[in-house]
């Protein structure tokens, strides 16, 4: 394994222009990064604003960070807990009725170690009905996560990490 920093080149994986990252990041430092509770319906309509799709009974706690929310789609009822940073150069799916509780990271991209250039390699996260992700968890690049799983604080989660069914024995 050699790869050469000096050799990275920036890929463009956000699919939107400066002014819209810019605008972006000034409204996620406002109103998402910070420790004030503004209301989740605020925070819904300024993701929907930003190309996000959001549903009903969405929830959204304090100092939450949000990468790109044009690549974010988020079912009814879904509870995003303190703390979260959803980095999602690529795009992330979540259905209904899911907790991401507090501290949880979910990651869509990575880089290629194995060459030479460390290029940017992303995948989608799909998150299934009725999930809960524990608190301090990572979610990694690729990963769906099926219904009715329930994952302990402290996960490191990938497709192959088995979960606790709910209403299984």
Known sequence: MKFRLSSFKKSEHNNSN???RIAWYIFSISFFENKIP???????TILIIFGGRIGKGFVI???VQIKYPW????GDYVWIGEKVWIDNVDKVVISNNVCISQGV???TGNHN???????LITSPVYIEENVWVGFKSTVLPGTTIRKNSVYKAASVIDSKLNPYRCGES
């Open 18 to 20: 400066l002014f819209l």
């Open 38 to 44: 503004f209301p989740s319906f605020i925070k819904r």
């Open 61 to 63: 706690k304090p100092s």
């Open 71 to 74: 690549n974010l789609k988020i």
């Open 105 to 107: 990271m979910i990651e």
């Open 113 to 119: 170690f194995k060459s030479k250039g460390f290029e």
